[in-house]
């Protein structure tokens, strides 16, 4: 089944540990983001990839650090989280280029507490 | 910079009845896609409809509708015969093509279904 898996989809920490939030896709897309939504503001990109070992910043990238190192993985990295960082998070990816269909596909959501 | 704007945080519609949910976006580009993403309360992230502005035929998919309005950069949805299942957040998403491929999102409209 091709699907895009976060992982944890719930998670509750203290300010300043570290933590790490994975995502995988399954359907070898080059593009891969990350968002954050909160209420009365959607979704902004936080981080997005157009292949391995590129990234680049979206909206929203203070706070965040992603990776790439592998085409099917982008995890998105809290080095101190602070309680603004408290949010519902979405992993997406998409084909690239001019055979793409234009669509995101979306991972099930991580919901993030920040204590 | 690209945006999006939907005007209604919230809606209402009775069942079986149509309703029409508004988007604007602000872009300089002439080729680009629209999307019209839906958010039940499982969190999960479901396409409805996806529109290419270089086509002038509205998309539909069953129930679902727009009203694409390319030089007014407006992009509604219609949805026909509503159903409980309706019920959501409805986010218009605007993507910018080739280069950096991102995606925009509005803040969403909360649809409630009056059975």
């Known amino acids: 089944e091709a699907q895009v898996t976060q992982n944890p989809r719930y998670l509750i920490t203290v300010t300043g540990k570290k933590l790490t939030v994975t995502c995988s896709q399954n359907?070898?897309?080059?593009?891969m983001s990350w968002y954050r939504q909160d209420p009365g503001l959607g979704l902004r990109q936080i981080y997005y990839s157009m292949n391995v070992e590129v990234t680049d910043k979206g909206d929203v990238p203070e706070g965040y650090k992603v990776s790439r190192k592998e085409k099917r993985n982008f995890p998105l990295i809290l080095e101190s989280p602070s309680p603004n960082q408290t949010s519902l998070y979405f992993c997406?990816?998409?084909?690239?280029?001019?055979?793409?269909?234009?669509?995101?596909?979306f991972g099930e959501g991580s919901r993030l507490t920040v204590l | 910079a690209q945006t999006v704007t939907q005007s209604q945080p919230e809606m209402s519609v009775q069942e079986a009845e149509t309703v029409t949910l508004s988007c604007t976006y602000d872009?300089?580009?002439?080729?680009?896609?629209l999307f019209w993403y839906k958010q039940p309360p499982s969190r999960q992230m479901i396409l409805v409809i996806r529109?290419?502005?270089?086509?002038?035929q509205n998309a539909t998919e069953n129930r679902f509708s727009v009203n694409f309005q390319k030089a007014a950069k407006s992009f509604s949805l219609k949805i026909s015969d509503s159903q409980l299942g309706d019920a959501a957040m409805y986010f218009c998403?605007?993507?910018?093509?080739?280069?950096?491929?991102?995606?925009?999102f509005g803040t969403g409209t909360s649809l409630t279904v009056i059975p």
């Open positions: 529109q290419e502005a270089y086509k002038q």
């Open positions: 872009t300089s580009e002439s080729d680009y896609y």
């Open positions: 998403a605007y993507r910018r093509p080739n280069t950096g491929n991102q995606f925009y």
């Open positions: 997406a990816s998409s084909l690239y280029g001019v055979m793409n269909t234009g669509e995101l596909f």
């Open positions: 359907m070898n897309h080059e593009y």
